[in-house]
């Protein structure tokens, strides 16, 4: 049974940094694509990065230069790091994969597994 369970979010004000988590468990963690998306209220949910099995990115625009996926195979967990945080990038934030290890894609439509989120709110 495939679990995701995403931590980390929090306020923060403007400029502040913040990392979230997503713990893994029930699948091949170290071989599967994973992502992260976001969802602002009223938005569609929208792709923030995705990393494939052997380590290759692809962030959106707002996210280049600012925050930085990593995956930890020991630990079974994904990782977001987001600095300088804007008010725009308030939301909640999700984990997701479908367990394909070439899977590198920020379309929601491509993953089937998600976590429940991590609410981040970033105050001006």
């Known amino acids: 049974q495939v679990q995701l369970v995403e931590s980390g979010g929090g306020s923060v004000q403007a400029g502040g940094s913040l990392r979230l988590a997503c713990a893994a468990s029930?699948?091949?963690?170290?071989?599967?694509?994973m992502a992260w998306f976001r969802q602002a209220p009223g938005k569609e949910r929208e792709g923030v990065v995705s990393?494939?099995?052997?380590?290759?990115?692809i962030y959106a625009d707002f996210a280049k230069d600012r925050f930085t996926i990593s995956k930890d195979n020991a630990q079974n967990t994904l990782y977001l790091r987001m600095n300088s945080l804007k008010p725009e990038d308030t939301g909640m934030y999700y984990c997701?994969?479908?367990?394909?290890?070439?899977?590198?894609?920020?379309?929601?439509?491509?993953?089937?597994?998600w976590g429940q989120g991590t609410q981040v709110t970033v105050s001006s």
């Open positions: 990393i494939d099995w052997k380590g290759s990115t």
């Open positions: 997701a994969t479908d367990q394909r290890p070439w899977r590198l894609s920020l379309e929601p439509n491509d993953y089937i597994y």
């Open positions: 029930g699948f091949s963690f170290n071989t599967a694509g």
